[in-house]
Structures are given as C-alpha cells and as structure tokens.
C-alpha cells in the first residue's frame, strides 16, 4: 500500500501583502499543485492506492463557489480515492466548509470526508484511517489522542491522520 499525504492547500488565500502579479500566480499555483499530485497518483508505476489531505483544503468557508468547482475538477481528474479531514480552516464560527451548500453539491464522487474514528479505505481490504478532524476552530483536547484512546486491538493497518495542535 502506498499513498500521498498532504495537507494545508488553504485554497482561497488572498496573500495580502503580495503584489497583485504575484498575489494571482500564488492563487494558481495552488490549484496546478492538486493536478501535479493528481499526475504522480495517476500514474501506475508508482503504485499509488489513495491521497490523503489532512486538514485545509481550502482557506475559509467563505471561498467562492467558482473556486470550489475549480479545486473539484482537479481533485476528480485524480483517479484515486482522495480522503480529506477538517482542519481549523474549513470553519469560520459555526460555517464549517463541508457542510456548505456549494461544496455538498460539487464534490466529486472520490472525494470522501473523513469522519471522526475509524473509517475505510475504498478497495484496500485491511486498511483504516482513524481520523481526528477538528469539529470547531480550535481544541482544548489532544483530538488525536482521544481516538487513538478509543482503539480497540486489531491486525488492520491503521493510518492516524490529525491536523493542528494544542495550547496544553
């Protein structure tokens, strides 16, 4: 089993500060980088079964829809299973990015959000990926801990995917 991790896309960052030449090549390359990531998971010789994106696939809730559906072509040319978790930018408040109208509506069907606990790799018998997503912001507890705690012995192979820290 092989497969890509990542995280901290933060699709929609406006980089203030930058000049606006520079500020648009940013914002683009971002999005070309999920077609590179695509491309190396596409091709066979490097035996890859799934992509994982721990935490901040987009910069805030309040990003455009045009931007979603443009990050969703690119996630559905990756012809593999690609599991995302909350991190602290899908929310904004009680807005949790995932729960939006437009990403519910355009999400591709390879792209799976990892809920809390264990859940199942598509087409990879014995395989798990226990998820510890943010619900909020931030946490007070150790998220990754606290699944990991609810574990019950077993022979699967067992990916912990978390994102953030604590202030503890």
Known sequence: MKFIHTADWQIGMTFHGFKEKSRSAMEDDRI?????????ANNAANGIDFVLVCGDIFETPRVSETLVKKTFKKIERIK???????????WNGSEFMFTTKYFLENKP??????????NTVE?????EIVAAPLEGKEDQIDLVKAQIDLLEPTTNIRIVAGHGSIDA
């Open 123 to 127: 087409g990879l018998s014995g395989v």
């Open 32 to 40: 070309e980088v999920i077609e590179a990531i695509g491309d190396f």
């Open 109 to 118: 069907a390879n792209l799976h959000v990892l809920q809390a606990g264990i």
């Open 80 to 90: 593999k299973p690609v599991y995302v978790l909350a991190g602290n930018h899908e």
